[in-house]
């Protein structure tokens, strides 16, 4: 119940396409979905979070939708980049505890 | 630039020894927490301390060990070393118990295990 299912786990797309990254999770205790970027030989960042109360949230070119009857949750990138390469995390916590359960990890490459 | 720095970056060690892994945390941060990345995976929640103590620990042996000081900084100590221990060490600092999923991390420690 503490698994966080990650898909793809590699994904190409052209310079301003739309990346999406999907996960799903099994624990109906976690309260907490933040989405982690991380470049080669550098340590995760947060990239953009989300809690249940709303089904969508947007910081720039970056999404998050939120479905909580299907315990689902996913990752929009507009206008994808060259620069966007990395790799995506999604995660997710629960209010009780104090730790991050992650996915396994989506390998983004945006074609120039 | 996070804030959170650890040493050393790359450590080669053998089976059967033991290694410490040093992290500070960023300034003002009172929680610490280590996960370990193995290749091409997640990371791994190993354990976290807040306020010098152990509050909560993910699915490793007791071979794994930490330690908080009065400064917030840690150390991630690791016992009779094995070679599935091969990972990215990653500490991450944040403010509080409570958990928000806002932690800040490091660069992480690159451990080969021979």
């Known amino acids: 119940q503490q698994q966080v299912k990650q898909s793809p786990q590699s994904l190409i797309v052209q310079k301003g396409g739309i990346s999406i990254i999907n996960c799903a999770y099994e624990n109906t205790a976690f309260d907490y979905f933040p989405w982690y970027q991380q470049f080669p030989g550098k340590g995760p960042a947060l990239l953009i979070a989300i809690r249940p109360d709303v089904s969508e949230k947007k910081e720039g070119r970056f999404t998050i939708s939120f479905n909580k009857s299907a315990k689902q949750f996913s990752l929009h990138i507009m206008d994808s980049q060259p620069g966007d390469s990395a790799t995506y995390f999604c995660a997710a916590s629960g209010t009780s505890g104090s730790r991050l359960t992650f996915g396994e990890g989506t390998q983004l490459t945006v074609n120039p | 630039e996070t804030g959170v720095t650890q040493s050393p970056t790359h450590l080669i060690k053998t089976r059967g020894q033991q290694v410490t892994l040093r992290c500070s945390s960023q300034s003002g941060h009172n929680t610490v927490s280590w996960y370990q990345q193995a290749l091409g995976q997640g990371p791994q929640f190993i354990f976290q301390?807040?306020?010098?103590?152990?509050?909560g620990r993910g699915n490793f042996p007791p071979r794994f060990s930490g330690l908080q000081f009065p400064n917030y900084s840690s150390e991630l100590n690791v016992n009779a070393l094995e070679l599935d221990d091969s990972a990215l060490y990653l500490c991450?600092?944040?403010?509080?118990?409570?958990?928000?999923?806002?932690?800040?991390f490091g660069e992480g420690s690159r451990l080969t295990v021979l």
């Open positions: 301390y807040y306020r010098e103590e152990e509050n």
């Open positions: 991450a600092s944040s403010l509080g118990t409570f958990y928000t999923g806002e932690l800040f």
